[in-house]
């Protein structure tokens, strides 16, 4: 039996690991930076030029942000075009409604410390903006953050851009959320415990 195929977008480097749902998945990786040694070196903006149909599912965790709100629409064009009939994507992002809601609440300032990673201390301003650290270390542009999410601006974008059916959850100051193309199948219902609508 053929394997089914996830192309993770941005995820730098397959040491990262993905979700155990993709645990028989074949993992190819795509990223703009040779250095994490991705299977396709590709900006997501151009995902149109590859091959149409030729996966199950696409994973891109904490990628989106990196586009400018006018880029997002042809990275999820991209999605919806590297996709099979019935795959999905799934989307994470940073939640700033959540991010703006702890920094007023806790009273913190956009250099203070909205929580600790095992990268190190991160910023209200790196949530917002990017991993100051990296981007300074790397002097790459692309590890800056050009716009936000939340869960409500998300699923909009999702569905403007032909997702058939979404599904998201939000907690530990994140979006996760699941875009299919075509109906989800009993299998992918199963792996992600969706509900039977």
């Not at 250095?35 to 994973?59: F, H, M, W």
């Not at 019935?86 to 956009?110: C, K, N, W, Y």
Request: charge should be negative.
């Amino acid at each position: 039996m053929k394997l089914k195929r996830v192309l993770n977008v941005g995820g730098n480097n397959k040491a990262i690991p993905l979700p155990h749902q993709y645990a028989d998945f074949e993992h190819l990786l795509l990223d703009i930076d040779p250095r994490g040694s991705p299977d396709i070196v590709c900006d997501a903006r151009k995902l149109t030029t590859l091959e149409g149909g030729q996966y199950d599912a696409v994973y891109c965790s904490h990628n989106l942000e990196h586009y400018y709100r006018h880029d997002v629409p042809r990275v999820l064009d991209g999605f919806l075009h590297v996709l099979k009939d019935g795959g999905f994507a799934q989307i994470r992002v940073p939640d700033i409604s959540e991010v703006m809601r702890v920094t007023i609440e806790r009273g913190l300032d956009i250099d203070d410390v909205l929580y600790q990673s095992p990268a190190g201390p991160i910023m209200v301003l790196d949530v917002l903006y990017g991993y100051s650290v990296e981007i300074e270390r790397s002097k790459q542009d692309f590890f800056a953050h050009k716009t936000g999410f939340s869960q409500k601006s998300l699923l909009a974008a999702l569905h403007r851009s032909g997702f058939s059916k979404t599904y998201s959850v939000v907690g530990n100051l994140e979006i996760s959320a699941l875009a299919f193309k075509g109906v989800p199948d009993q299998i992918t219902r199963s792996l992600f415990s969706l509900p039977h609508d």
